[in-house]
């Protein structure tokens, strides 16, 4: 949304024509980058009333803009940032489903208990054992996994993860490492 003419007239040092208020008025009561704007120029304003305080040089209205470009500059990163925390989120959410997706496939692909129990002493062991010979933990573990689910779930779920895995780290990255915005 464009803040001009409207950051203009907020702070500027002649009076406003009326259809021109009116308008900034409105524009306010509509974009939340605005009123935060006209709330923190009435608090400036309020502090150079002070009588302890002095006035503001002239000119300090050009300055004040100046200030406001970096303002928007930070505001844009800021922005930013939270589209890649949100997309983080939203990637996280994604993998937390798939790992339940893939414990729902473990057990409802085993159907009796005695399989149940079987598949269950089976993850019991495979990690159990994982610390002391991984090999020797692994294999049985996994060749009781891809009898039971279908092979190709097993791609998709793999491929899924990887993906995942990578998006992830990509978006870690970025908020770890954003740079400054260049507009
Ligand atoms: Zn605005």
Known sequence: MGHQPYETWLISEEPLLPE?????DEHIESCDACRQLSYSWVEVQGLFREPQLAHPSPGFAKRWQARLVEFELL???????RMSWMFFAVMAGAAAILSGFMVI?????VQTPVQ????????????????SAM??????????????????????LVLAACLLTLVLTLSARRILFSRRVSL
């Open 135 to 156: 090999q020797v933990a692994i294999i049985p573990f996994l060749n009781v996994i891809l009898v039971s689910v279908p092979t190709y779930w097993w791609l998709i």
């Open 20 to 24: 021109d208020k009116q308008l900034l």
């Open 116 to 131: 149940l129990f079987i598949g269950g002493m089976t993850l019991i062991t495979g990690v159990l054992n994982l610390a």
């Open 105 to 109: 496939q473990i057990f409802s692909s």
């Open 75 to 81: 505001e844009a990163e800021r922005r930013q940032k």
